[in-house]
């Protein structure tokens, strides 16, 4: 079974500046099957992004999606004060859905 | 909008039983697939299972819980159940309804979530 581990851990930033996450699969991931979502504090996760680099319906396009095999980015290109939230990258394989632990952006 | 209702405590050994109404759309689409997932702060997030129509019913359960689960569409009401026997105080979560349309992720729409607390 494929493993999703997410870098850094936490992200500390400023509104305006330029944030880049990273996912990593154990084993090579179809570009079609990676997904990231944002989740903020007492709300459900927001898909963000599927296919990898499809930003899914009302998503700005300050987020974009990109990589393949085992390494995948999210990159916010200007942070706003609303994109504070923590990330997850989910893939879609043999044991169909799997997420990541998460990557937290915070306010520096 | 998917409205999820359910009993929000249990005791070890009972079943979870949730149900998530969906309107806007049909459980019977033939485009969409209706997911669990739950979240908890040793597991993350943890997909449980799915069903969709695809001129029939199919069903599938992550390995994890599959002994245990049943998901269950009901067209007259347009909605969607999860039943979880034998509950322990692992199944303690926040569980999740998701309807899918991108063929590839458990929710590009989610419900708001349900706090399940299992203990005696």
Redesign the interface.
Known sequence: ESVLTQSPGTLSLSPGERATLSCRASQSVAT??L?WYQQKPGQ????LI??AFIR??GIPDRFSGSGSGTDFTLTISRLEPEDFAVY?C?Q?GR?????G??TRVDIK | QLQQSGPGLLKPSQTLSLTCAISGDSVSSNSAAW?W?RQSPSR????LG?TYYRSKWYN?Y??SVKSRIIINPDTSRNQVSLHLNSVTPEDTAVY?CGRDL?G??????????TLVIVSS
């Not at chain 1, 044991?95 to 997420?99: I, P, Y």
């Not at chain 2, 590839?104 to 979530?113: A, I």
Request: glycine share 14%; proline share 7%.
């Open positions: 079609d099957y997904a459900a996760p927001r898909l599927y296919g899914a319906t997850y989910q879609f044991s169909l859905f799997t997420f632990p998460g | 997911n997932i993350g997030l943890e997909w799915r599938d992550a390995v999740y991108t590839t992720t458990p929710g590009d729409f989610w419900g708001q979530g």
